[in-house]
C-alpha cells in the first residue's frame, strides 16, 4: 500500500484543506502515516504569511528530503503559489500546487502514481473541512480577499474574495455532524466578505447552518470589525448556536497607522462595536484581538497609543505579531521601518499585557453559569474544553464526559 504524510504549516484554512487531502487520498486507498514515520509520498501545505513562514517551508521540504530522498514531496499553497519558481527547483519536490489549483492536487497526484485518473473541473473555490478531531471541525466558507492592505501577501497568494454556496457549506456541516462532532468554526480568509461570488449574505449562511443537527455550537475564526454587522450581532444574541466568542483584527490602535495600512476602520469605530457587542451580549463575552507591532512608520508615540487603546477596550486576548516585510506589498518600501530588536521588545510589551488582560477577564466570569465542551484527551488524569465565551476549563478525566457539552459554574 502507497503510503503518504502530510505536513501543514500556517492558519486554520491550511488545516481544513490538509484534513481534506487526506480524506482523499485515504477513501483511494493510500496509508496515511504520521509524518516521523517513512513514507512514499509527502504532501506539505505552506504558508507564507511572513518572511519566517516562507522560510520554514523551504527548510521542512529540503529536511525530508534528507531523510527520505526516494520520496515524492508533493507541495502546496501560498508558498506554492508566491515562489513557485523557487520551490520546483528544491530536490525531492515532484508536484507544486498553487491556491487555484487545489482541487486538482489529489486526482492528479493518484494518476501519477499509476491510480485511475480522474478529471476534476477547478473549483473557484476548494470546499474543505478539518476531521480527526472529535470535538470541533474548522469549516472552510470562504477564500481569497479584495482588501490589499498595505504589509499583507495574502490576496497575492489566495486571490479574489470567493465563496461557496450555502447549500454546499451546509452539506459540509452535515457530513461534520455525521462524525459526531459537536462544535464547527467557520474560517476563510476574509470571512466575514462571505456571499461576493454566490450574492448570498454571511447572516443568510449563519441561519443556514445554525438549523444544522447534531452541530451544537459555532465560532467565527476571525472576522474584520466593519463586516460583523448590528444585525448579525443582533441575530446571534437573539438565541443561535453562535458563542459570544469573536476574534477581531486590529492590527494597530493608532489611526495614523491604520489609515497607512489602508485598514477599513478607525480606532473609533472599534471601540464602538466592540462596547455594542457588549451592550447586546453582556460583559462575558470573549474579544481575541489581532495585533502586529513594527509596522513601518509606527514610532514608540504611536506604539504608546496602541498599548493605550488595547487598555482601554480590554480584549481577553491579544495575538500579537511582528511584522514582517514583504517585497511586493506597498508597506515594505514605506520609510520608518522598525529595527528587529525594537520589534522584539514591542512584541513582549504586549504579550504582558495580553497575560493581564487575560486574567482579568477570567477573573470577571468567576460565578458565572456556563457551558463547557470537553475534549476527549486526556492529560495527566485531567480533561479540558472550553466555555462558550472561551474560558479554557480542566477537570478530573471522566471518559463519558468526553465530547459532551457540560453546564458548569465557573
Ligand atoms: S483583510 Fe486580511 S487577508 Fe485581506 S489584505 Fe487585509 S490583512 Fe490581508
Given at each position: 500500500?502507497?503510503?503518504?504524510?502530510?505536513?501543514?504549516?500556517?492558519?486554520?484554512?491550511?488545516y481544513?484543506?490538509?484534513?481534506?487531502?487526506?480524506?482523499?487520498?485515504?477513501?483511494?486507498?493510500?496509508?496515511v502515516?504520521?509524518?516521523?514515520?517513512?513514507?512514499?509520498?509527502?504532501?506539505?501545505?505552506?504558508?507564507?504569511?511572513?518572511?519566517?513562514?516562507?522560510?520554514?517551508?523551504?527548510?521542512?521540504?529540503?529536511?525530508?528530503?534528507?531523510?527520505?530522498?526516494?520520496?515524492?514531496?508533493?507541495?502546496?499553497?501560498?508558498?506554492?503559489?508566491?515562489?513557485?519558481?523557487?520551490?520546483?527547483?528544491?530536490?525531492?519536490?515532484?508536484?507544486?500546487?498553487?491556491?487555484?489549483?487545489?482541487?486538482?492536487?489529489v486526482?492528479?497526484?493518484?494518476?501519477?502514481?499509476?491510480?485511475?485518473?480522474?478529471?476534476?473541473?477547478?473549483?473557484?473555490v476548494?470546499?474543505a473541512?478539518?476531521s480527526?478531531?472529535?470535538?470541533?471541525?474548522?469549516?472552510?466558507?470562504?477564500?481569497?480577499?479584495?482588501?490589499?492592505?498595505?504589509?499583507?501577501?495574502?490576496?497575492?497568494?489566495?486571490?479574489?474574495?470567493?465563496?461557496?454556496?450555502?447549500?454546499?457549506?451546509?452539506?459540509?456541516?452535515?457530513?461534520?455532524?455525521?462524525?459526531?462532532?459537536?462544535?464547527?468554526?467557520?474560517t476563510?480568509?476574509?470571512?466575514?466578505?462571505?456571499?461576493?461570488?454566490?450574492?448570498?449574505?454571511?447572516?443568510?449562511?449563519?441561519?443556514?447552518?445554525?438549523?444544522?443537527?447534531?452541530?451544537?455550537?459555532?465560532?467565527?475564526?476571525?472576522?474584520?470589525p466593519?463586516?460583523?454587522?448590528?444585525?448579525?450581532?443582533?441575530?446571534?444574541?437573539?438565541?443561535?448556536?453562535?458563542?459570544?466568542?469573536?476574534?477581531?483584527?486590529?492590527?494597530?490602535?493608532?489611526?495614523?497607522?491604520?489609515?497607512?495600512?489602508?485598514?477599513?476602520?478607525?480606532?473609533?469605530?472599534?471601540?464602538?462595536?466592540?462596547?455594542?457587542i457588549?451592550?447586546?451580549?453582556?460583559?462575558?463575552?470573549?474579544?481575541?484581538?489581532?495585533?502586529?507591532?513594527?509596522?513601518?512608520?509606527?514610532?514608540?508615540?504611536?506604539?504608546?497609543?496602541?498599548?493605550?487603546?488595547?487598555?482601554?477596550?480590554?480584549?481577553?486576548?491579544?495575538?500579537?505579531?511582528?511584522?514582517?516585510?514583504?517585497?511586493?506589498?506597498?508597506?515594505?518600501?514605506?520609510?520608518?521601518?522598525?529595527?528587529?530588536?525594537?520589534?522584539?521588545?514591542?512584541?513582549?510589551v504586549?504579550?504582558?499585557?495580553?497575560?493581564?488582560?487575560?486574567s482579568?477577564?477570567?477573573?470577571?466570569?468567576?460565578?458565572?453559569?456556563?457551558?463547557?465542551?470537553?475534549?476527549?484527551?486526556?492529560?495527566?488524569g485531567?480533561?479540558?474544553g472550553?466555555?462558550?465565551?472561551?474560558?479554557?476549563?480542566?477537570?478530573?478525566?471522566?471518559?463519558?464526559?468526553?465530547?459532551?457539552?457540560?453546564e458548569?459554574?465557573?
Amino acid at each position: 500500500m502507497t503510503k503518504i504524510a502530510l505536513m501543514t504549516l500556517g492558519c486554520k484554512l491550511n488545516y481544513a484543506e490538509t484534513s481534506t487531502y487526506e480524506r482523499g487520498f485515504r477513501s483511494a486507498g493510500l496509508e496515511v502515516v504520521p509524518y516521523k514515520q517513512s513514507a512514499d509520498l509527502y504532501l506539505i501545505n505552506t504558508c507564507s504569511v511572513t518572511a519566517t513562514a516562507d522560510q520554514k517551508s523551504r527548510n521542512l521540504i529540503r529536511r525530508v528530503h534528507r531523510t527520505n530522498p526516494e520520496a515524492k514531496i508533493v507541495v502546496t499553497g501560498c508558498s506554492a503559489e508566491l515562489r513557485r519558481a523557487e520551490i520546483e527547483k528544491i530536490e525531492g519536490v515532484w508536484k507544486v500546487f498553487g491556491c487555484k489549483e487545489k482541487a486538482q492536487v489529489v486526482p492528479d497526484c493518484l494518476a501519477g502514481l499509476g491510480f485511475p485518473a480522474e478529471t476534476v473541473t477547478a473549483d473557484a473555490v476548494f470546499g474543505a473541512y478539518s476531521s480527526g478531531e472529535r470535538t470541533r471541525s474548522f469549516l472552510k466558507v470562504q477564500d481569497g480577499c479584495d482588501n490589499y492592505c498595505n504589509y499583507c501577501t495574502v490576496p497575492y497568494a489566495r486571490g479574489g474574495s470567493r465563496n461557496l454556496p450555502i447549500c454546499e457549506c451546509v452539506r459540509m456541516a452535515r457530513e461534520i455532524a455525521a462524525q459526531g462532532v459537536k462544535e464547527i468554526v467557520l474560517t476563510g480568509v476574509n470571512t466575514g466578505d462571505y456571499g461576493k461570488t454566490t450574492g448570498e449574505s454571511f447572516l443568510s449562511l449563519l441561519q443556514a447552518l445554525n438549523e444544522v443537527e447534531g452541530i451544537e455550537r459555532y465560532r467565527i475564526s476571525s472576522i474584520e470589525p466593519n463586516l460583523l454587522s448590528s444585525e448579525i450581532i443582533d441575530w446571534i444574541a437573539s438565541g443561535t448556536k453562535f458563542q459570544p466568542h469573536f476574534h477581531i483584527p486590529l492590527q494597530t490602535g493608532s489611526d495614523t497607522l491604520l489609515a497607512a495600512m489602508g485598514r477599513r476602520y478607525t480606532t473609533a469605530f472599534f471601540s464602538g462595536k466592540l462596547a455594542y457587542i457588549r451592550r447586546v451580549l453582556g460583559e462575558g463575552v470573549f474579544f481575541g484581538i489581532d495585533v502586529m507591532v513594527g509596522l513601518p512608520g509606527e514610532t514608540p508615540e504611536l506604539f504608546e497609543e496602541t498599548v493605550a487603546f488595547l487598555r482601554q477596550i480590554r480584549p481577553a486576548f491579544i495575538h500579537v505579531f511582528p511584522y514582517s516585510r514583504r517585497p511586493g506589498t506597498p508597506a515594505a518600501d514605506m520609510p520608518g521601518q522598525v529595527d528587529e530588536e525594537e520589534k522584539k521588545r514591542r512584541v513582549a510589551v504586549l504579550e504582558e499585557l495580553c497575560l493581564q488582560l487575560h486574567s482579568e477577564f477570567v477573573a470577571s466570569q468567576k460565578g458565572t453559569r456556563v457551558s463547557v465542551l470537553f475534549e476527549s484527551k486526556e492529560k495527566d488524569g485531567t480533561m479540558g474544553g472550553y466555555s462558550g465565551n472561551y474560558i479554557r476549563v480542566t477537570r478530573p478525566y471522566d471518559p463519558a464526559l468526553s465530547g459532551k457539552i457540560v453546564e458548569l459554574t465557573l
